[in-house]
């Protein structure tokens, strides 16, 4: 789940701009539908949902498939689906209204923050007291994957190092990590890192004085009228109402190796910040339309909205003659600068065992949200496929209608 995954279908986002012009002259339903149908079909995904906006009107929304493949029970537009890192920008859009209110300043120390202590007997790397809320919105604060493993999938391993009983919860955690030494010095590089994001959920409950759930429904969701989205729970048992099943591709399933299995492999509770939450197709393009909206002022004021797609500092994301790269990770989205005018694509993508997703904003008033409850194992059907595969969709359009479907979805 790293620049193997996560970045790869990235730069797939980046190579499918999009241009706006129509290929086929299909209809939305022709257009869109091959498309995902051509991309569940060899990889036999139970089920997918798929939202579709045009200048912040929901003008399609879709269901493919089973949500519930043994119950025969179908996938709905609006069925719940584990959306993995695509947690990211909400989690982003929270911290960032806390940094527009006075209450929280991008460049205040993180860890001090918080005030936890490492566990005991560890010493914390001095450059820890360096990281800031910037540098863990965008993936810089030191960390990396790669090298060290990413904590927030050895809860079994930390809890064991706290003298606790797995799982490990998220200060936990973050206690663990106190006491293990950074991978590269804050600011320096680039490295995905599901941690930073942790960290920033637990600073928001610091600063809100809210449990993180509470805080995101109250003052992110809620606002733009979205009541449905929850954190996700780990067992099966735990479905909630609405909430597909996951599955694992048979052909490569293997019944001895939990940590890729769905409902046990991994502890979903403890990703809340970075990758926990249930939404709707639905509700990813309301939350794309809210963003675009010069009307929420008060959800989240001009300033704040610009330090959404804001660089990192350099030399993060740097040519070697200090130009910007053609693409960059900002506060919570990936981003590519399209003309000279000002406008980027924006997509984040998500994966779990059993999930993959991908919500996408382009340059010309097009949104879109796609979700699976089955993600990939054969490297010859990438997941990210789906990426290039919708924006020839909505290049192939030949007229938008006019109609806005958000009413019929609350």
Sequence with gaps: MRINRRRFLGCLAVAALGTGASAAGKSIAEAFDDEVNSFMQPRKIPGGALAVIKDRRLVYARAYGFADVEKKEPVRPDSLFRIASISKPFTAVGVLQLV??????????AFA????????????????????????????????????GDPMFMEKKIARANGEPPPANQHAIIRYMLGQPLDFDPGARYAYSNFGYCVLGRIIEKISGQDYAAYMQQSVLGPIGIRRMRLGLSRADGRAAGEVKYYMPKRNFDPTETRTEPYTGFCLEALDSHGGWLASAVDLVHFAAALDDPAQTTWLPPAARRLIYEPPAPPVSRKADGSLKPVYYACGWDVRPVGRDGRANYWH?????????????RHDGLAWAALFNQRSSDPKLPDGEIDGALHRAADAVAEWPEHDLFGKYG
Excluded: F, K
Aim: without cysteine; positive net charge.
């Design 100 to 109: 527009a209110a006075g209450r929280l300043q991008m460049d205040a120390p």
């Design 113 to 148: 923050l918080l005030q936890l202590e490492p566990l005991p007997g560890r010493q914390p790397d001095p450059r820890l007291q360096r990281i800031t809320v910037h540098h863990l919105l965008h993936h810089t604060g030191g960390w990396d994957r790669d090298q060290s």
């Design 349 to 361: 993508s998500g994966s779990l065992p059993g999930t993959y997703t991908l919500l996408v904003r």
